[in-house]
């Protein structure tokens, strides 16, 4: 079972059990993590879905691809690492079951 | 390779095809067919062919290819005829995403969290109504509070307070126009009241947006930000695509929940052991309070409530069928698609498949369960809200005011049907027939607190509360 903690940038923390194979981003959503906004609705068109990965899990998790880095480079006013992914496109399963992810402190591109 | 066309169902009649017994009963149609001619096979409605794909591999390539190889846009044309061609989902890829922008922010934890509490709200004015005991027919009761909650949490308490039992008739009507069978020009009863309504309610809707443009509300409120909302060039949002997004969400925002949460209390009614495990969790999540104070926290916790739900979703989902057109010739496991046939993704027999769900007739929650090492939990096996980038995308809005609305209802109820449940053939989301209604009398609480929020937390395997 996929297990996954968000860590706010306060560091306070909840962990959310993923039922439905589904992607980073509405596990996030579905259970009112704050901080992923996902205006664009997961289609990697806004980039307010960005967390960061915990290190550890990169690996396993995997770097953003080309296409992914695009959107995430263009974003302003946020620090983009790494271990930046765009949530929308993390897809959960059975070997990211204890997946740590750090939600950014902003999340700007569509305004609300 | 040779590729051959998908096999076509047995039955057709002359010219029209399967349409006649499409119409009459669409999910038995789409049952025949898989006994017959398994995970893929064809329907002839009208001379048009419909290739139907079933179980969690198909389901996968059917989102995943929608927007390039399938098209939504030309799929659902009645849509069309509720909205207009430059709308969401059938507009170009570029205006959909500008008005999807729109909306989207409604959808975000922070927005969803002040819902709670209108949710409960409206769940108790019904209680309100309801009174000590009585009878209820569960959509003309469920539904109005359904469209309520959408109306109230979109839009604010104004918009709510001026809905009444009009502007509900209107939009059952304009809801009949959901036709996918017949031709829309074909000007049935139901198409012209259909039309009718759209014209009215964008009347009203109209007459209101021009009130508040004359009078602002300060700070605004969604429907404020809504009327002001520009496209990122600066040009203002037409008052046509906000009367449309309006619509849209409102309608949305009950044709299929009413019928979804409709068919999760008859499930938990019909089904006591589960009504029993509902009920020990709301005595752990809310004690025997009445819900006025229930907060998103409380709601999230109730994780045997959203068993129960995603259950009924497999058994019933309403919205029973999803349709793409194919933007160009498909090959697929050695089965030929040509280009402008229409692609159909079935729920209600996928979600009933021996191989995705053992013993899938039967009603057991339990299978989704995480904890569970055989849990059912692969992936595009469940698809009662779509999947892809069209996924519903009030999803999680629905899933929390179905629990709110269940929770209030079973903390403050003890219920029994008295008819039985059976869908509607034939429509166009799969409703329970009416009347079905449910004998209700009231339990009494005494009024003690719920667990605490950190004993919720830990109990629920957060590593901080732990």
Not at chain 1, 85 to 94: D, K, Y
Not at chain 2, 93 to 111: G, N, T, V
Not at chain 2, 173 to 183: A, I, K, Q
Not at chain 2, 194 to 207: D, G, M, T
Request: net charge negative.
């Amino acid at each position: 079972m996929a297990k996954v903690t968000f860590i706010q940038p306060d560091r306070t923390s909840r962990t959310c059990v993923n039922f439905e194979g589904m992607t980073l981003m509405h596990l996030a959503v579905g259970n009112l993590v704050d901080g992923i906004d996902a205006l664009c609705g997961g289609m990697m068109q806004c980039a307010t879905c960005h967390c960061y990965i915990a290190p550890e899990w990169l690996d396993r998790v995997g770097v953003a691809p080309e296409d992914e880095r695009t959107m995430l480079e263009a974003i302003e006013g946020v620090e983009v690492r790494p271990n930046s992914r765009l949530s929308c496109q993390v897809q959960l399963g059975e070997e990211l079951d204890g997946l740590v992810v750090e939600i950014a402190a902003d999340q700007p591109g569509i305004q609300a | 390779m040779a590729s051959v066309a998908l096999p076509m169902l047995d039955g057709a009649a002359p010219v029209i095809g399967h349409l006649a017994q499409f119409f009459r009963d669409p999910v038995s149609v789409l049952k025949r067919g898989y006994r017959t001619r398994g995970h893929l096979f064809a329907l002839n409605l009208m001379g048009r062919r419909m290739n139907v794909m079933l179980g969690p591999e198909h389901n996968r390539f059917f989102f995943e290819e929608t927007d390039k190889l399938l098209s939504i846009r030309e799929s659902m044309p009645f849509f069309l005829k509720m909205f207009s061609p430059d709308f969401y989902s059938f507009a170009e890829m570029d205006e959909y995403l500008r008005q999807r922008s729109i909306i989207m922010p409604r959808f975000k934890a922070a927005s969803m969290k002040q819902y709670v509490p209108i949710m409960a709200e409206e769940s108790l004015n019904l209680v309100g109504r309801l009174g000590e005991e009585g009878e209820f027919d569960l959509i003309p009761t469920l539904g109005p509070v359904v469209m309520d909650i959408a109306a109230h949490s979109f839009m604010g308490r104004e918009f709510h307070d001026k809905l009444g039992h009009e502007f509900f008739d209107l939009f059952r009507d304009f809801s009949g126009g959901l036709e996918f069978v017949l031709p829309l020009w074909l000007p049935t009863p139901k198409m012209v009241k259909s039309q009718r309504a759209k014209k009215q309610l964008h009347r009203i809707l109209q007459s209101w947006i021009d009130k508040r443009r004359s009078a602002k509300l300060d700070p605004p409120d969604f429907f404020q930000t809504m009327i002001e909302s520009k496209y990122p060039d600066g040009r203002p949002v037409p008052d046509e695509i906000i009367r449309h997004l309006i619509l849209l969400l409102v309608w949305a925002g009950h044709e299929t929940t009413a019928g979804q949460v409709s068919w999760a209390l008859a499930d938990l009614i019909q089904n006591p052991a589960y009504m029993r495990v509902i009920r020990d969790e709301l005595a752990t999540v809310m004690g025997g309070s009445e819900g006025h104070d229930l907060g998103w926290e409380q709601a999230i916790a109730m994780e045997k409530m959203d068993l129960a739900l995603r259950e009924t979703e497999r058994l019933h989902p309403v919205a029973f069928m999803l349709s793409r057109k194919a933007n160009a010739d498909i090959d697929r496991d050695g089965y030929h698609i040509r280009k402008g046939d229409f692609v159909l993704l079935a729920p209600s027999v996928s979600h009933r498949m021996e191989e995705t769900f053992r013993k899938p007739d039967a009603y057991d929650p339990e299978r989704f369960n995480p904890a569970n090492p055989d849990a059912q939990i692969e992936s595009n096996s469940l698809i009662g809200f779509g999947g892809g980038v069209h996924r519903c995308a009030g999803v999680n809005f629905a899933r929390m005011e179905m629990k709110i609305l269940l929770a209030v209802l079973i903390q403050h109820y003890d219920m029994e049907l008295l008819d039985e449940v059976k869908p509607i053939a034939g429509a166009g989301t799969y409703w329970p027939a009416q009347p079905c209604r449910v004998r209700y009398k009231k339990r009494v609480l005494d009024a003690s607190a719920g667990a605490d929020i950190a004993t919720l937390a830990r109990a629920a395997g957060c590593p901080v509360h732990s």
